[in-house]
């Protein structure tokens, strides 16, 4: 498995009246760890820098399914934070994390790097819009059945600490062709028909792939299985040999994920 970044922006929601300038926020992981973090924030005011203090990335199990399968993976995520902001900001455009450090983490050697600067990766609106338990968007779309760990929507408690950000200058850019991007397959391989394998419905598997900022592939993993080792591995070599664009934003490319998506029918 590979992370581009010690902690990743996994949602943010914007409270309306009496609360306009509040924003709540979540982050993600890949493993446990404990984690400080520096967030960027492009408003109608210019950017601000938010400081995070260190937050535990817990690990969480959550179960999904499709009508033919059930599967659980371990997710990791921060408490709810709520950032104040100016009065004179009305629109968070984007935010993302900056600068991220680690301690406690065992998996990824992130704790040896120290402080990590990461390619800004923002979320560019206020809903949770990494979330996979949004509506499917036909039968075989995975759906999530676990109660997540936190509320992002829910407001403020009376004692909750809010994170009060800077105003800062930044040499991001978008005045160019195509600013923002997300990753995309060039040349998609259509992976084989396991021999000797066979299904009464259709199959779908996803596979997730980490791409580098030139589009090489550094890793892929099974993200949504089929159940049967056949298909899954026939999907993961696919993946492995298809061809890829790095994502762009502020009109860089950026390192990220591409989901890999394919659907056997049933037969051979």
């Known amino acids: 498995m590979v992370e581009y970044c010690p902690a990743t922006l996994w949602a943010f929601h914007h409270f309306t009246k009496p609360n306009s300038a509040v924003y709540s926020f979540v982050l993600s992981a890949a493993s446990s760890r404990n984690v400080s973090s ?3 924030a492009q408003t109608n005011a210019g950017w601000f820098r938010v400081t995070v203090p260190q937050l535990p990335m817990k690990a969480t199990a959550q179960t999904y399914k499709t009508p033919f399968i059930e599967w659980t993976r371990n997710e990791f995520y921060s408490p709810v934070m709520y950032i104040q902001f100016p009065d004179t900001v009305t629109v968070v ?19 040896a790097q120290g402080s990590v600067t990461c390619k800004f990766q923002s979320l560019d609106r206020s809903t949770d819009v990494r979330d996979s338990s949004s509506t499917p968007s036909d039968e ?11 509320n992002i929507l829910a407001p403020p408690a009376a004692a909750a600490t809010f994170l009060a950000p800077l105003a800062t200058q930044v040499a ?21 028909y396991p021999v000797g394998l066979s299904a009464n419905h259709p199959i779908r598997v996803m596979v997730e792939v980490a791409l580098s900022t030139d589009g090489k592939l550094d890793d892929a993993w099974i993200w949504q299985p089929s159940g049967s080792a ?26 990220g994920y591409y989901l890999y998506v394919v659907t056997f029918s049933a037969g051979p």
């Open 38 to 40: 520096v967030l960027l």
């Open 172 to 192: 991001f850019t978008t005045d160019c062709a195509q600013p923002f991007a997300g990753a995309v397959a060039t040349r998609k391989v259509t992976p084989t």
């Open 93 to 111: 455009q984007r935010l993302g994390v900056r600068e991220a450090q680690t301690s406690g983490e065992q998996v990824l050697n992130w704790d």
């Open 230 to 255: 056949g298909f899954d591995f026939q999907t993961l070599e696919a993946a492995r040999t298809s061809r890829y664009e790095a994502a762009r934003a502020f009109c860089q490319s950026v390192p």
């Open 140 to 150: 075989l779309s995975p759906v999530r059945v676990s109660e997540l760990p936190y």
